[in-house]
């Protein structure tokens, strides 16, 4: 299904009609525009400038294809500093007639090259299968405040638009003008464009699915941290949590003592799903089987188990962000078998990077962002592994946590309306279900920086919302053991996203998907096989060993 924008006064200087295109434009696709930046100014896309254009060869991620690069909306924002809309296409020579939007994560901040990340460790990308890739920093620059230190790629927080552009706005604005260059260039538009992202790029595509439903055929979201300022809130709980453990949260827990609490989750949850096998298939189920406190230390012990202090910092933390009224400003966590894995570790308690004195990522660049983007006002702050953390030590959750709703008139609407899918008091995705959409959500069950429950909830909200069943427009994914994204005792290598194609352009809706290890994962616990594959089930079911077969095949596996 060819679709044209239909996008609403935000964006309507981008928007341009395709009858205000050079009439040869219009041709069809033998009548291709040169890749070069005189023929693709000649578009005269307003709001846009086009930076440069080149044709690449083929190399070893993609077939030959032309770069087009471009800034939209150049200004000079409140804080002095200038903003624009950066993007890059990658336009394929042999094109297949689709788009993808690639969702960067992070904090965007940089023109990521626009191959077309599919997740799930694909070997190849979008570009390489033949879609037209667009990617984009979200609107500013992260390395234009280099005095800013640690914290220099989060001050355009100061900046309500950036913000915007940031949270929803650079998409929306970006969208009109991408399908433009590309019925400019093909001659024809996309038959089906697609949204894909992880971490702040899952967000990315699911407040698509809200704001850009008439846009795009599918999204998929993985780790979505679509309530970011909330999750962000876990940081300074975090933080404040494991100092009762330790005042260097570095020092809180060793890599030996989170393998206490990963090799108890196993002991306790590992035959849940009827196979031992060290992954915790039923996750929900796990949370009653396995109790923090039975590894505890008993007086005169101190090997194999965890100090009184130590469970009292991870129990905390694990139970999410409260303020002194009791009411929860982030969600809860599940224990898993990955939250002994290094991602676990570099996210909540120690990095490997000297520049940021060996902190956590939540104590650096998580509350950069907290203090400068997710909350209002917002806190200009020093960015020095020192100050940063001082930020999160001192963070009160009764009148800071408000801040991620608060306005004023230099930041009209809230950190969660900015950076939250616009029904995300209540979701429903009505957009994607009225425009004929699909949505297909994946998140690690042993994720550091997002919980899992919060997606859970949302998808179980999205449910209850819509009489009980959304399987005809979305489905979700746990990936047991499986860290941030990626990585983790997990089997991490799946195709979601043919998935979704399947589903949107053959009506094929998913099932059990197959999932594999990689070789080259290094978190891979002995006795696994390199070749162990498994069934990721649509939540809630389970995927549950049949009693007799091959372990590690997919193939002695049901999900029910």
Same mark, same amino acid.
């Given at each position: 299904m060819t679709r044209q924008s239909r996008l609403p006064g935000v964006v309507a200087a981008a928007l341009v009609p395709l009858a205000a295109i050079a009439p040869a434009t219009q041709a069809h696709a033998q009548a291709r525009l040169a890749c070069e930046p005189a023929a693709l100014s000649e578009l005269a896309l307003p709001g846009t400038r086009i930076v440069s254009a080149q044709s690449a060869p083929a190399d070893d991620q993609a077939g030959p294809h032309?770069?087009?690069?471009?800034?939209?909306?150049?200004?000079?924002?409140?804080?002095?500093?200038?903003?624009?809309?950066?993007?890059?296409?990658?336009?394929?020579?042999?094109?297949?007639?689709?788009?993808?939007?690639? =969702?960067?994560?992070?904090? $965007?901040?940089?023109?990521?090259?626009?191959? !077309?990340?599919?997740?799930? *460790?694909? /070997?190849?990308? +979008?570009?390489?299968?033949?879609y037209a890739v667009l990617s984009t920093d979200a609107g500013h620059d992260g390395e234009a405040n280099p005095d800013a230190g640690l914290a220099g790629g989060n001050v355009f927080g100061l900046d309500h638009q950036a913000r915007v552009d940031y949270g929803y706005g650079a998409n929306v604005v970006?969208?009109?003008?991408?399908?433009?260059?590309?019925?400019?260039?093909?001659?024809?538009?996309?038959?089906?464009?697609?949204?894909?992202?992880?971490?702040?790029?899952?967000?990315?595509?699911?407040?698509? =699915?809200?704001?850009?439903? $008439?846009?795009?055929?599918?999204?998929?979201? !993985?780790?979505?941290?679509? *309530?970011? /300022?909330?999750? +962000?809130?876990?940081?300074?709980?975090?933080?404040?949590?494991?100092?009762?453990?330790?005042?260097?949260?570095?020092?809180?827990?060793?890599?030996?003592?989170?393998?206490?609490?990963?090799?108890?989750?196993?002991?306790?949850?590992?035959?849940?799903?009827?196979?031992?096998?060290g992954i915790v298939g039923d996750l929900v189920a796990c949370q009653s089987a396995f109790d923090l406190n039975s590894l505890q230390c008993a007086a005169g012990e101190s090997n194999q188990c965890l100090a009184a202090e130590q469970v009292e910092a991870l129990s905390r933390a694990f139970a999410g962000p409260t303020n002194s009224a009791g009411e929860q400003l982030y969600t809860d966590w599940s224990y898993d078998a990955g939250i002994a894995s290094g991602d676990w570790r570099f996210w909540k308690l120690e990095s490997p990077i000297p520049p940021w004195d060996h902190m956590p990522l939540i104590a650096v660049m998580g509350a950069g962002s907290l203090a400068h983007v997710f909350t209002t006002p917002p806190s200009e702050i020093e960015g020095t592994p020192e100050a940063l953390l001082d930020f999160l030590i001192n963070f009160d959750f009764d009148e800071d946590g408000k801040k991620i709703l608060a306005t004023s008139d230099a930041f009209p609407a809230s950190p969660m309306d900015v950076m939250a899918p616009t029904d995300w008091r209540a979701p429903k995705i009505a957009e994607l279900q009225q425009a004929g959409g699909k949505a297909i959500v994946f998140h690690g069950a042993s994720d550091g920086v997002f919980s899992i429950n919060a997606t859970i909830d949302w998808y179980e909200r999205l449910k209850a919302n819509n009489g009980g069943d959304v399987s005809d427009f979305a489905r979700f994914y746990s990936v047991p053991g499986m860290a941030h994204c990626d990585g983790g005792p997990a089997t991490d290598r799946f195709d979601l996203f043919q998935e979704l194609v399947d589903w949107v352009e053959k009506g094929e809706a998913p099932g059990a998907v197959v999932a594999s290890v990689r070789a080259d994962n290094k978190e891979l616990p002995e006795g696994w096989s390199k070749q162990r594959t498994r069934p990721l089930c649509d939540w809630p079911q389970v995927a549950r060993y049949d009693g007799s077969g091959d372990i590690e095949s997919a193939d002695s596996f049901t999900c029910r």
């Open positions: 032309c770069i087009v690069r471009g800034a939209v909306n150049e200004r000079t924002g409140a804080d002095g500093m200038p903003y624009a809309i950066g993007f890059e296409m990658r336009l394929p020579d042999e094109w297949n007639g689709r788009y993808v939007h690639q =969702a960067n994560g992070g904090n $965007d901040g940089k023109v990521v090259p626009a191959y !077309g990340d599919l997740k799930g *460790n694909q /070997p190849d990308n +979008a570009l390489s299968r033949g970006l969208t009109p003008i991408a399908k433009n260059l590309i019925e400019a260039y093909y001659g024809d538009g996309p038959e089906y464009s697609y949204m894909v992202g992880c971490s702040n790029g899952g967000r990315h595509a699911l407040v698509g =699915a809200t704001r850009l439903a $008439d846009e795009f055929d599918g999204f998929l979201a !993985g780790a979505p941290g679509y *309530n970011l /300022p909330m999750a +962000a809130v876990q940081h300074a709980w975090d933080v404040q949590s494991f100092r009762l453990a330790n005042e260097d949260i570095r020092k809180a827990f060793s890599p030996q003592d989170m393998a206490v609490v990963a090799d108890g989750v196993l002991e306790a949850c590992d035959s849940l799903d009827g196979a031992e096998d």
